[in-house]
C-alpha cells in the first residue's frame, strides 16, 4: 500500500520560497546521484572521523525514486506549515537542527554505520512533523492511497500522523530486529528530538502572545489571491492570525476591545487582539541567533559522534609484508567488493 500526500488544508498567507529551494536541491542532485557523480559511499552519513561534511550532505540523497518521492511529497506539505510561519531564514535553521540531530543520534546508536551509509531526509521530516503537530494539529491532510487495485483519498490529522510516526518508530526498535532492516529509526528519532528542541526555543520567544491574535489586513497581491481564491476573504474583511498557529480567519470587521475568539485549526480561545504584526515577528532575530546556537551544537555533537564509537582505525601492516621482494611475490586476483546498498530513512 502506497501514501502520498496531496493536499493540506492551511491557507498560508506568506511564500514560502525557501522551501521550494531544497525541493529543488534535493530534486537535482538525484539524477546525479543515478549517474554515478554524487556516490552514497562518499557522502552518505558513515562513522568518518575526518569527514565532516557526511552530516549535511546525507540530508540530499535518496535510495530510489519511490524514496525521492515520499521525501519530497511529505517536505511540500508539512514544510510549507514551517516556513509560513517562521519565515525563510528560521526555517533553514529548523531543518539544519533536525537534520543534524537525526545524524547524531543516529551515530551514536546505530554500529551498522561503520561500514553501511545512510541517507534520507526523513530525519528532518520527523522534526517538521511534531513542529506541524505542536502548532496546527487538527489541520487536515489528504492522501492519495493506491492498494492493490484500490485508489481513493484519505484524510488524516496531523497529530494522529505524529503518534503513527512515532509508534511505529519505537515499535520497530523495540520488537523488531532493527539491525537487519534497511530502514534507519534512530535517524527518525533524531529527528523528532530536533523538532522539540525548536519548538522550545520558538515558544520561548512566543509565550507572552501564545493566547492572542493579531489582526492584519492582507498587503499584498499574493495574500489577497490566496485568500480570495479559497474563499476566505469578502471584500471589506480583514485577517486575524492566531499567535499560537499562525492559522488565518476571516472576520467582516475588526473585532472591538473584549471579543473572544477561538481558532478553528488549534482550538485556543483570546480576547486580546494586536494591530499589525504580531511582536514575536520583530524579535526573531534573537530567535534566530538562539537556532544557531543550537545548529552548532548540533553540529558539534555529530561531529563528536563520528570520533567516538565506530570510528575506522588504521591497522599497521606487518613490516614483513613490506619487504618482501616483488620478484619472489606471485601475482594474486583481488575479487571486487560487492556493493554495498544504502539505508534510507
Partial sequence: MLLFPV??????LKPVWAMLVMLFVMAAVFPLEIAGFVEPERWGLMSRANEPWRLMTHMFLHGGFQHL???LTFFAVFGQIVNATLGSRLFVAVCLVCGLCSAALELLLDPRLASIPSIGFSGVLMGLVVLGCAWVPRIKVRFVFWFVFMLGFIEFSVWSLAATFLVLDVSAIVFTDWMKEGSAHW????GVVGGLVCFAIVRAFRAAELRGFVVREPKTLLQWSILRRRKRL?????CVLCLHCGFPHTVKERPGAGAELKCVSCGRKGTEFLEGDPSFLRRRRL?????LGCLIAALAAGFLSQRAPHTNRQRA???A???????????KSVSPSPAITPRVK
Avoid at 493536499?7 to 498560508?12: D, H, Q, S
Avoid at 535517524?187 to 533524531?190: I, S, T, V
Avoid at 469578502?234 to 480583514?238: E, I, Q
Fill in 7 to 12: 493536499r493540506l488544508k492551511y491557507p498560508y
Fill in 69 to 71: 518521492l515520499l521525501n
Fill in 187 to 190: 535517524g527518525h528519532l533524531g
Fill in 234 to 238: 469578502a471584500p471589506g474583511g480583514v
Fill in 287 to 291: 530567535c534566530g541567533w538562539v537556532l
Fill in 317 to 319: 601492516a606487518p613490516a
Fill in 321 to 331: 609484508e613490506h619487504s618482501t621482494s616483488s620478484a619472489s611475490a606471485a601475482p
